[in-house]
């Protein structure tokens, strides 16, 4: 059965470094979406993307990041200079043309020291 | 304000018994749908329901709409210790940007 995947699984950064985090969309959807979840809080939407561009996206959602669907399989996150408060699970979820439901990835946790 | 309350938010009940969950919302929605979420996991789609429908089943589930009253259930029947896990609702909003906006959640505990 097709699924979404994430990697990595966890990440350690440091304050003010960059990260990537990586997702591969089910392979016929066409629109994708990344979320985050702080610990013990509610799953936040960021962005949702669809013809290689934002469709939209929440006020947590700031300069520092940035979605890039570089070839035809990857969808990445980027956050340009990590804070603490960055450190949270990272869902990427992808939908099909027509369809209501998504599919969420496994997620990654990333860690901002 | 927020979009997608559940209550309770902790629930702890015996292996057999009915499981309730509720979510409101304030916003007009396409559709809304459930999630579950065991600890440190991905989200797990559970069931959606639209807007113009009013009750549908899955399984053991069985959800629940009223548009009127902005409000959702999630009912679990026969409920087993496998099902102990967070339960989120999630709203859909097609405002051109296709948003999905979750609840807090609801922390099901279903003792064996």
């Known amino acids: 059965e097709p699924e979404v995947t994430q990697t990595p699984s966890h990440q350690v950064t440091q304050m003010g470094q960059e990260v990537i985090l990586r997702c591969v969309p089910i392979s016929n959807h066409l629109y994708f979406y990344w979320y985050r979840q702080i610990l013990g809080q509610k799953v936040e939407f960021l962005v949702s993307f669809y013809n290689n561009e934002i469709s939209e996206k929440s006020e947590i959602f700031d300069d520092q990041f940035s979605v890039e669907r570089p070839d035809g399989s990857n969808f990445t996150l980027k956050i340009r200079s990590t804070k603490l408060e960055d450190s949270a699970m990272y869902f990427c979820a992808s939908r099909e043309q027509g369809a209501a439901e998504q599919f969420f990835g496994p997620g990654t946790r990333l860690t901002v020291l | 304000s927020q979009q997608g309350e559940e209550d309770p938010q902790a629930l702890s009940i015996q292996e057999g018994e009915n499981a309730t969950m509720n979510c409101s919302y304030k916003?007009?929605?396409?559709?809304l749908q459930w999630y579950r979420q065991n600890s440190g996991r991905g989200l797990v789609h559970l069931i959606l329901i639209r807007s113009n429908e009013r009750e549908k089943h899955s399984g053991r589930l069985r959800v629940t709409l009223d548009t009127s009253k902005k409000s959702s259930s999630l009912l679990i029947t026969a409920s087993r210790a496998a099902d102990t896990a967070s339960y989120f609702c999630a709203t859909f909003r097609n405002t051109g940007g296709f948003k999905t906006i979750f609840g807090a959640g609801t922390r099901l505990f279903v003792k064996a």
């Open positions: 916003t007009s929605i396409n559709n």
